[in-house]
């Protein structure tokens, strides 16, 4: 296993666009969290999965961001209508469900235009 | 509800000193984790140091240590020896809870002068 990967590394999109970006966990893992860092700020989290059930959503996650974790294996998190603010590093990080013990992908850059 | 304060927005150490970050936060709980991670450029975060919040004995990995003051809800990291690979932005973290989410400080910038 090669630790969390994230996909695609940078993303640049037009306003008003959707995507949607990867996570694939490590496998034994069965806790996926996703978090949002912009510029100069420390990471803030959005949301979280245990196995394919989402148990958690920030209210920093407006109606335009949706995520899923089908099968509890990988996930993937899509905004809608992409705005300006949107613009940030998406982290994605998994752990075992009791465990402190995190592993960070390296995250999705998204640049809006 | 819980925050993560680091009040120094960068820092900076010359090679083979010293220097130490520093980091507060507030919390009603009584069982968490503290955490030190380290991001470089390349942008992944790297965990430095954990500290159990019911463990009175300060946390130390190498060069890396922690002063863990519980009562006082501080938890500074001393980076002994630095070296230039040590230069990053460090995020001090918190977790506790069933949901284990990280609550993160804003960051220090810290840079090694050769």
């Known amino acids: 296993d090669t630790g969390v990967s994230q996909d695609p590394r940078h993303k640049i999109t037009k306003r008003g666009q959707n995507v949607t970006f990867r996570c694939d966990p490590i496998?034994?893992?069965?806790?996926l969290y996703w978090y949002r860092q912009t510029l100069g700020q420390g990471p803030e989290f959005l949301t979280y999965?245990?196995?394919?059930?989402?148990?958690?959503k920030s209210r920093l996650l407006s109606d335009r961001f949706s995520a899923e974790r089908p099968k509890g294996s990988f996930s993937t998190l899509e905004i809608q209508r992409t705005e300006q603010g949107d613009s940030a590093m998406y982290l994605c990080?998994?752990?075992?469900?009791?465990?402190?013990?995190?592993?960070f992908g390296s995250g999705t850059r998204l640049t809006v235009v | 509800a819980q925050t993560v304060t680091q009040s120094q927005p960068e820092m900076s150490v010359q090679e083979a000193e010293t220097v130490t970050l520093s980091c507060t936060y507030d919390?009603?709980?009584?069982?968490?984790?503290l955490f030190w991670y380290k991001q470089p450029p390349s942008r992944q975060m790297i965990l430095v140091i954990r500290q159990e919040a019911y463990k009175q004995q300060n946390a130390t990995e190498n060069r890396f240590s922690v002063n863990f003051q519980k009562a006082a809800k501080s938890f500074s990291l001393k980076i002994s020896d630095s070296q230039l690979g040590d230069a990053a932005m460090y995020f001090c973290a918190y977790s506790a809870g069933n949901n284990r989410k990280l609550i993160w400080g804003l960051g220090t910038s810290l840079a090694v002068n050769p």
């Open positions: 990080a998994s752990s075992l469900a009791g465990s402190y013990g995190y592993t």
């Open positions: 919390t009603s709980e009584s069982d968490y984790y």
């Open positions: 999965f245990q196995n394919e059930a989402q148990l958690e």
């Open positions: 496998s034994e893992h069965n806790r």
